[in-house]
């Protein structure tokens, strides 16, 4: 018999629609002043995930690549411009889908970012937007 499913997580995730407008602005270490904006799919304290369009340049990104997360954006307004180095961990493209996500990690998570995103976390949960 199959053994039952165990969550792996160690954070609390929250989700956002597109209607919300949640985007990560993201640098490109080495890449002098590359930058791009990508809508949030999900958020926790371990990492996010984002999506972008074949011709966004999804192509230049693969598992294993470096990215700094410096915006963070709700409908034209900044919640925050700390800088928290994050990592692609996963990557799902199919050839017949135009947006490809990346699941990515944070690497250094402290300090004011960390509080930010904790608090940032716990309204959406206390605002009854998202099931832990």
């Not at 490109?28 to 002043?33: A, R, S, V």
């Not at 340049?57 to 693969?62: E, I, N, R, S, V």
């Not at 990346?102 to 949960?125: D, K, N, S």
């Amino acid at each position: 018999m199959a053994e039952a499913y165990r969550e792996k997580r160690k954070h609390v995730r929250v989700y956002f629609s597109p209607n919300e407008e949640v985007q990560g602005g993201f640098a490109i270490p080495g890449q002098g002043q590359a930058h791009f904006f990508a809508p949030l799919l999900d958020l926790s304290l371990g990492g996010l995930n984002f999506s972008l369009t074949r011709e966004e340049g999804a192509a230049a990104l693969q598992v294993g690549s470096s990215l700094v997360l410096s915006e963070l954006r709700q409908g034209g307004r900044l919640l925050s411009d700390q800088e928290v180095p994050v990592r692609v961990r996963w990557v799902v493209t199919h050839p017949f889908l135009d947006h490809v996500s990346f699941g990515c990690e944070f690497q250094e998570l402290g300090g004011p970012g960390r509080q930010l995103l904790e608090g940032f976390v716990a309204e959406r949960l206390r605002a009854g937007r998202d099931r832990a």
